[in-house]
């Protein structure tokens, strides 16, 4: 059973730093694009960050500059590295991985992120 396992949320102020993890199983990661996305109170789901295998990234442009994404795909994992954080970047963190041409598409459990003085 495919599974993606968040870590990293909490609480930071803002100005401040975190990094979200996902860790991946069951899956052949190599063949999925790997993606988080947000849901802040009261909005829709909107990606932030999304990385495909060979490495090329697209990221919203309310994050470009601050958040970064990565991937290990020997460890089937995939970070991002949030920085210089904002009180609306607020918001509970999915991580994604699709396999575009099979329609496979899941999801983490979700991760709190909230950032406030």
């Known amino acids: 059973q495919v599974q993606l396992v968040e870590s990293g949320g909490g609480l930071v102020q803002p100005g401040g730093s975190l990094r979200l993890s996902c860790a991946a199983s069951?899956?052949?990661?190599?063949?999925?694009?790997m993606g988080w996305y947000r849901q802040g109170p009261g909005k829709q789901r909107e990606l932030v960050a999304a990385?495909?295998?060979?490495?090329?990234?697209n990221y919203a442009d309310s994050v470009k500059g601050r958040f970064i994404i990565s991937r290990d795909n020997a460890k089937k994992m995939v970070n991002l590295q949030m920085n210089s954080l904002k009180p609306e970047d607020t918001a509970v963190y999915y991580c994604?991985?699709?396999?575009?041409?099979?329609?496979?598409?899941?999801w983490g459990q979700g991760t709190q992120v909230t950032v406030s003085s």
């Open positions: 994604n991985a699709q396999h575009k041409l099979r329609g496979y598409d899941y």
């Open positions: 069951d899956i052949i990661f190599s063949m999925y694009v």
């Open positions: 990385i495909t295998s060979g490495g090329s990234t």
